[in-house]
């Protein structure tokens, strides 16, 4: 058990570009959750996928934010067209349905800075 | 729907002191409860979590909370502070038996642990 990765760790981008984040679950955990953590607050649930299919979203996934789990093992969360508001970290987490009532593993986090 | 208040943002403790950090909630069905701590640019770890066996519940690092169902509550306690533990502490409530288990955070407590 090597813990969730995530990958980079940090990313500075001008406004404007295109991003991408990849978070690499628990290898048996079949939940994986996205959460954004702006600077004093707490984490805020974006997505989450059950295997592939993503089954939630939220409201602050605005259309220019999409995510993907392709084959129910690694993730991505992709940003595009960045704008300044999308400073933040943004955490992954993973969970085994069943297991530990829905205990979730954290990732380190990627910090977003746009410039 | 679930909400976290945490109240006090910044909480300063002598090392060897008592740490009390506060956690109120709001559920519309059986809540699961975490604490989690966040040490700088790191990801969050869970301390202990309430799934409705005993309401007192310990944790890790001499950590315990109290689910107190009558006030809503989950505050978190430690009887000796180390300065060790001078992170962010994040409560969060999940509602039990929903799909997908997403978290709830609070807005969080900073502690500072003074010599």
């Known amino acids: 058990d090597t813990g969730v990765s995530q990958d980079p760790r940090h990313k500075i981008t001008k406004r404007g570009q295109n991003v991408t984040f990849r978070c690499d679950p628990i290898s048996e955990h079949n939940r994986l959750y996205w959460y954004r953590q702006t600077l004093g607050q707490g984490p805020e649930f974006l997505t989450y996928f059950q295997n592939e299919a993503q089954l939630e979203k939220s409201r602050l996934l605005s259309d220019r934010f999409s995510a993907e789990r392709p084959k129910g093992s690694f993730s991505t969360l992709e940003i595009q067209r960045t704008e300044q508001g999308d400073s933040a970290m943004y955490l992954c987490?993973?969970?085994?349905?069943?297991?530990?009532?829905?205990?979730?593993?954290f990732g380190p986090g990627t910090r977003l800075t746009v410039t | 729907a679930q909400s976290v208040t945490q109240l006090g943002s910044h909480v300063s403790v002598s090392e060897g002191a008592l740490v009390l950090l506060r956690c109120n909630y709001s559920s519309s069905v059986p809540p699961y409860l975490f604490w989690y701590v966040q040490y700088p640019n790191q990801g969050l770890q869970l301390l202990l979590k309430y799934t409705s066996a005993a309401t007192l519940v310990k944790g890790i690092n001499g950590f315990e909370a109290e689910f107190k169902k009558s006030e809503t509550s989950f505050h978190l306690t430690k009887p000796s502070a180390h300065m060790s533990d001078a992170a962010e502490y994040f409560c969060?409530?999940?509602?039990?038996?929903?799909?997908?288990?997403?978290?709830?955070f609070g807005g969080g407590t900073r502690v500072l642990v003074k010599p």
């Open positions: 987490a993973s969970s085994l349905e069943g297991r530990s009532l829905g205990e979730q593993y």
């Open positions: 969060a409530v999940s509602a039990s038996g929903a799909a997908g288990n997403k978290l709830t």
